[in-house]
């Protein structure tokens, strides 16, 4: 009996230990955390702190608050274990709550999101699952709500016990490793899931030392309508949720939440398991937001005890070996999958504790997953010489100055990065956090894509990824001219106006407007600053520049620049403070651009000084004669169509031109009264550009005849290798070459001056239409039914890959290949009939282009996949409609916004169309007469 007696003191002993050492643990990591939420945490938009939690994230989540009645006063729904009232909800109608600075950053503490065992429905069980249990491993969910997921889109889903979210019905049994998407589908099915711990679990038992004493299980709650709730559940979700994204993935500036899901597996132990193996469990929880455009899953893994199931080769005593659970995504019908590596199916799973660093957490990993599944935090286990770059924006103004946020390695926070677009000499960047760097865009004699490489310390240019570089005709407009004065000789004043947040969201904040100018005096072009316009005035998003003001101002070495372009900066850099212990900051200057400008209405005074009041004509004379030396490029240009329906049917020569288009600019300042105007997709051996421009009648405008008339062009919009050359640079060879001389010797003299003449007549005349010749047409559509070059037409159920076209000559090359599937059972049965599904092209030493009809269901946003080069495009910014690959130009027309055509043009003249047609392909050929 004394020893039964010492053994019972000892072990409550223990226990008192036990319970000193948790609250010891407890108390000295929410000092850690108030003291590290004094550190501002990074981003250019305004943001609120983040603690940066130490190791064991899961020892600092507090047991829930079980005493607090919803009713009470400080109830805390953040913390309190159980449910708000359903009321506070829907049609709420006290007094709208107002979230504070202070208890966002309080809430946005907490590791883990709320999850409940009372309150909140009829049986007191608030989230939890009771329907859930070793029977009955899932639970079918309503959502009400669209959720968009790796293209397709969903408003139901199945919670299982076995860590995942299931939209699709699963094989009826799996192969270890777990492989996606499953390769004999449609004969097996191949599930469309979410996983973040996939494995067969079990409920498991809570052991005495655990803190939160909810029940083990599966909680599973939605938190709709976020945007117009006014309660404080509503209120502190949405805010939390929002700044939780934003600063946790980059490129979700300006991600609004609208709904959201919050699925928390407690306590779950491994299928196969002895008895007492149900005292080693896992606990994980993921949480998913969507606006219902863009959709971001963040999974919180908060304890790991085990990682293999039985099945799967886990002992059965601590669930350890085998293979481990599968961490991943996949889109399910044969489509695509993306596995989280290093980490699923490999013993080092257990690092998912201890990594992610999302919003300064241990343990939390974020992905956005609409689309495709992009990570959004940083990953420190993997090793290769071509790692993956996430970063924001993935496109910029060639001119530079643009903030790219680059997620890939983690960072600590004393590492040099270097960072290197293209072949740009590389530049510095900067650590922001853990997963977050910053690279400043320099000025890029480039367009279209191009890698980013950064190195991180001492280490080699190992991750990589493709930055797409805007030429400065179709960047993004950022400043607005109110009128047309600025393409005036002599202007009295031009109002600038932009869009102020694209600088700063400080009201109070400076800017400095400059103007910079472009020239080509040696084989090396040069890009100058001229002079500032305004300094250290007040951010206001516009400006009126009077240029009388000018009128004394001498740049004496400046003066053969005609045009050039507005910058507007912060006159003071914003000063961004590091993730960090230590104070330390970043200073930033965000930079917008204009499009290019003429700079007759600055340097008037400057030229009449020099030459005199007609100095416009001066001008022009000096430029026709530098250009009666230069090289003749109109030989090298097909001819013009002669009526606007003949243009817009030669899809392998013409694409739309960008100042004078019937569906998104109508304006046509250089071709005044035209209807349309088309221009030559790919530049000439030498760089040149074709221009065709057509009345309301439908008819070709000829410079014989006006001065709004067509034009062939020296060099091309899109420039010419090797780019960095006089002549070849993007849109500013043009501008300078064929552009400048329209103001010079037409439209600041009149239309009958000798030089608008000799400029319409013999430097820039219209090539007639006498010579030209429609190209042949192939066409496939339907059953699959098909029409040759030569008009025969016949049907093919072929299925299959075949080849459509091929060429091979010894300038000519085209080879365009189809796929051809069965197509899916109706409700009769099988069809025995096939459809196209596929279509893939290459030119003359061209990457390949490929463009695949999407699944039925993953059609609410996109129509038709494009990949090139090995990544897929989208055009559904205006700046990323026109894209161009060396040899080969892929863009989707102005009007379709639901990439439900795309036009593929290559350099030797030949083109491909596909279109999709209420889900049915079709796709056409045209060949120019040098092929047929």
């Known amino acids: 009996m004394a020893e039964r007696h010492k053994f019972r003191n000892m072990y ?95 809430i946005r503490k907490h590791f883990m999101y709320p999850y409940y065992d009372k309150g909140g429905n009829a049986d007191n069980t608030g989230d939890y699952q009771k329907e859930i249990q070793a029977s009955t491993g899932q639970v079918y969910k309503n959502l009400n709500f669209q959720l968009p997921f790796f293209g397709f889109r969903f408003n139901y889903t199945r919670v299982s016990l076995s860590g995942f979210l299931e939209f699709s019905d699963p094989p009826p049994n799996y192969d270890y490793p777990l492989t996606f998407p499953i390769k004999d589908w449609p004969k097996k099915n191949d599930p469309s899931f979410i996983g973040i711990f996939f494995s067969k679990c079990k409920i498991g038992r809570l052991r005495d030392e655990d803190v939160d004493k909810r029940e083990p299980g599966v909680y599973f709650r939605m938190e709709r309508d976020l945007r117009t709730r006014q309660d404080r559940m509503g209120v502190e979700m949405r805010e939390r949720l929002k700044w939780d994204i934003k600063e946790g993935v980059i490129g979700s500036d300006t991600f609004d939440p609208k709904h959201a899901i919050i699925v928390t597996w407690k306590n779950v132990s491994f299928n196969g398991g002895f008895a007492n193996a149900v005292y080693l469990t896992n606990t994980f929880q993921m949480v998913l937001v969507t606006d219902e455009v863009f959709t971001y899953a963040m999974f919180n893994y908060l304890n790991l005890d085990w990682t293999s199931h039985t099945e799967a080769g886990g002992d059965t005593q601590r669930g350890e070996g085998g293979v481990s659970a599968y961490v991943g995504f996949n889109a399910g019908n044969g489509t695509r ?40 935090s940083c990953n420190k286990d993997i090793d290769g010489a071509n790692l993956p770059l996430v970063f924001a924006p993935e496109s910029g103004n060639m001119l530079g100055g643009t903030v790219v946020n680059i997620t890939g390695p983690c960072f600590n926070l004393d590492d040099s990065v270097k960072c290197k677009f293209d072949v740009a000499d590389e530049i510095n960047g900067y650590v922001v956090d853990k997963n977050r760097a910053i690279c400043i865009q320099p000025r890029l004699y480039a367009e279209g894509w191009v890698n980013l490489q950064i190195a991180v310390g001492p280490n080699a240019y190992k991750w990589k990824g493709r930055y797409y570089v805007e030429s400065p005709a179709s960047a993004s407009q950022k400043i607005y001219f109110k009128d047309k004065k600025i393409h005036e000789k002599s202007p009295s004043e031009l109002k600038i106006t932009w869009e102020k947040q694209n600088l700063t969201t400080n009201e109070n904040a400076n800017i400095r407007i400059s103007l910079w100018g472009y020239r080509e005096t040696t084989i090396h072009p040069t890009f100058v600053y001229i002079t500032d316009i305004a300094d250290n005035i007040q951010n206001t998003g516009e400006y009126t520049i009077v240029p009388s003001q000018y009128r004394g101002k001498t740049n004496e070495f400046l003066t053969d620049i005609k045009f050039g372009f507005l910058q507007i900066n912060l006159t003071e850099s914003i000063k961004i403070n590091t993730y960090t212990t230590t104070q330390r900051t970043i200073d930033i200057t965000p930079i917008v651009w204009s499009r290019p400008i003429p700079l007759g209405w600055y340097f008037q005074f400057q030229w009449e000084n020099l030459y005199g009041k007609n100095w416009p004509k001066y001008l022009c004379d000096d430029w026709l004669r530098t250009d009666r030396y230069l090289k003749n490029f109109a030989h090298e240009l097909p001819q013009c169509p002669c009526t606007v329906e003949q243009a817009l049917a030669d899809k392998g020569k013409y694409m739309p031109d960008f100042d004078c288009d019937k569906d998104t600019n109508p304006v046509c300042y250089y071709n005044n009264q035209a209807l349309h105007c088309v221009k030559t997709g790919s530049p000439t051996a030498e760089g040149a550009e074709q221009q065709c421009c057509y009345d309301k009648n439908g008819y070709l405008m000829l410079s014989y005849d006006q001065q709004w008339g067509s034009s062939p062009r020296r060099c091309h919009n899109l420039g010419k290798m090797p780019y960095n050359e006089a002549t070849k640079v993007p849109t500013l060879s043009q501008w300078f070459n064929d552009v400048v001389p329209k103001y010079l010797c037409c439209l600041w003299q009149e239309e009958q001056a000798v030089g608008c003449e000799t400029l319409r007549f013999e430097r820039r005349p219209t090539q007639d239409c006498v010579a030209y010749q429609a190209p042949g047409l192939a066409g496939v559509y339907g059953d699959p039914h098909f029409i040759t070059f030569d008009d025969v037409e016949y049907t093919f159920n072929g299925k299959g890959e075949f080849v459509l076209v091929k060429s091979v000559t010894k300038s000519d090359n085209l080879e365009v290949q189809g796929r051809f599937e069965q197509m899916d059972q109706n409700a009769y049965g099988e069809v025995k009939a096939t459809q196209l599904t596929s279509i893939v092209a290459r030119g003359n030493n061209t990457i390949a282009v490929e463009v695949r009809r999407r699944p039925l269901d993953a059609r609410w946003r996109y129509r038709l996949d494009v990949i090139a080069d090995n990544k897929r ?7 990323l409609k026109f894209q161009h690959f060396q040899g080969v130009t892929i863009y989707t027309p102005t009007y379709i916004l639901n990439q439900s055509e795309v036009i593929i043009m290559f350099d030797n003249g030949a083109g491909v169309e596909v279109l999709d047609n209420q889900g049915f392909m079709t796709a056409r050929v045209y060949l120019p007469w040098t092929f047929i």
């Open 873 to 879: 495009l989208f055009f559904d910014r205006p700046s």
């Open 337 to 376: 999958s993306y596995e989280y590596k290093p980490y699923s199916q490999e013993s080092v799973i257990r690092d998912l504790t201890a990594t992610g660093f999302a919003n300064g957490f241990k343990g939390r990993h974020i992905f956005r997953i609409d689309e495709n599944i992009l990570l959004g």
């Open 12 to 106: 409550l002993k223990c226990i008192l230990l036990l319970s000193l050492l948790n609250v010891l643990s407890v108390t000295a990591q929410e000092a850690k955390i108030q003291d590290l939420g004094q550190q501002d945490n990074v981003e250019i938009i305004p943001r609120v702190n983040s603690p940066d939690l130490g190791p064991g994230a899961a020892a600092a989540e507090e047991a829930p608050n079980t005493n607090i009645q919803p009713t009470d006063a400080n109830y805390d729904p953040m913390t309190s274990n159980i449910a708000p009232q359903d009321n506070d909800q829907r049609g709420f109608s006290g007094t709208p709550y107002i979230i504070t600075e202070q208890r966002l950053q309080e």
